[in-house]
């Protein structure tokens, strides 16, 4: 399952709120804000990478998330 042929974009997430328990789904990307445009308004976060996603200390959660492949962003 551990395939290394592209690098990810990013990765569909399971999102659960701290606050009030409600989840969501949502799509968190790998790379700078500052490269966001209002064609990729389905973006929910970023991030640098698979690793800081997985250490991330938000106001939510990640339950669990399918990483998003530079050939199936779009």
Sequence with gaps: ???EMS???G???NIKW???GKEYQGYI???DY???DDSESHIFFFCEN???LKN???EFEILDYELVEESEHG
């Design 1 to 3: 399952m551990d395939k």
């Design 7 to 9: 690098k990810p974009v």
């Design 29 to 31: 990307h790998f790379g």
């Design 11 to 13: 990765a569909r997430c």
């Design 50 to 52: 698979e690793e800081e």
């Design 18 to 20: 701290k606050d009030d």
């Design 34 to 36: 500052d490269d966001f």
């Design 56 to 58: 991330l200390d938000e």
